[in-house]
């Protein structure tokens, strides 16, 4: 019965290719997330939605498109995916935008070749 | 600039001993700490919050200090079990943006028996 469920869980793809990263969450939250983390291991906040409605959004390169299709979801599209791209994501979700703790999934790992 | 640290980047305790994890932060405006546990290929766990009103807070085995002054925040855990052996990571957020969580980079805690 899991929280936030993402897929792919592993991904392998080519440089120049494009990606899609799903996530759905099952616990009645209105505030999903994107996080990044790299080689070094820092977890850094991407994008938030709340209600379907962008509210975070870190100097992220525009390859990168959030979509939320209802506030049960939130996918992450890749564009033209470069060798930096290369991390593990992490989508999470929080009861609202205050001082709510938020549930991550079990994340994907993105490799690029 | 990392706003958020986690000097020690890994801990072993004896089962049954206290283990203390630290966690310093430089941005002022950070007014609500959390501490989340990271299995191998899982996701970040919540699992103790603290806002800045306050200078500790228990849960169970856990509890977290924070030191305004000194900008530095710890993580208790007694007795230590061989199931607390994961990757903790100290997260803040700054005062009105509160879905906005810096991470530092982890402490690997191993317990052994």
């Known amino acids: 019965d899991t929280a936030v469920s993402q897929t792919p869980k592993y991904l392998v793809t080519q440089m120049g290719n494009d990606k899609s990263i799903k996530c759905e969450q099952n616990l009645g939250h209105d505030t999903m997330y994107w996080y990044k983390q790299d080689s070094k291991k820092f977890l850094k906040i991407m994008f938030s939605?709340?209600?379907?409605?962008?509210?975070i959004n870190e100097t992220v390169p525009n390859r990168f498109s959030p979509k939320s299709p209802d506030k049960a979801h939130l996918n992450l599209h890749i564009n033209s995916l470069e060798l930096g791209d290369s991390a593990v994501y992490f989508c999470?979700?929080?009861?609202?935008?205050?001082?709510?703790?938020?549930?991550f999934g079990d994340g994907t790992r993105l490799s690029i070749l | 600039d990392q706003q958020v640290k986690q000097n020690s980047p890994s801990l072993s305790v004896q089962e049954g001993r206290i283990s203390i994890l630290n966690c310093d932060y430089t941005n002022s405006m950070f007014d609500y700490f959390l501490w989340y546990k990271k299995y191998p290929a899982e996701g970040p766990t919540f699992l103790i919050s603290?806002?800045?009103?306050?200078d500790k807070n228990e849960d169970g085995r856990f509890t977290v200090f924070l030191n305004k002054s000194a900008k530095h925040l710890s993580l208790h855990i007694v007795p230590s079990q061989p199931g607390d052996s994961a990757v903790y990571f100290c997260?803040?957020?700054?005062?009105?943006?509160?879905?906005?969580?810096?991470f530092g980079t982890g402490t690997r805690l191993q317990v052994t028996l």
């Open positions: 997260a803040a957020s700054p005062t009105g943006t509160a879905s906005k969580l810096t």
């Open positions: 603290i806002s800045s009103i306050k």
């Open positions: 939605y709340n209600n379907k409605e962008l509210i």
């Open positions: 999470a979700s929080s009861r609202g935008q205050g001082r709510q703790p938020q549930h």
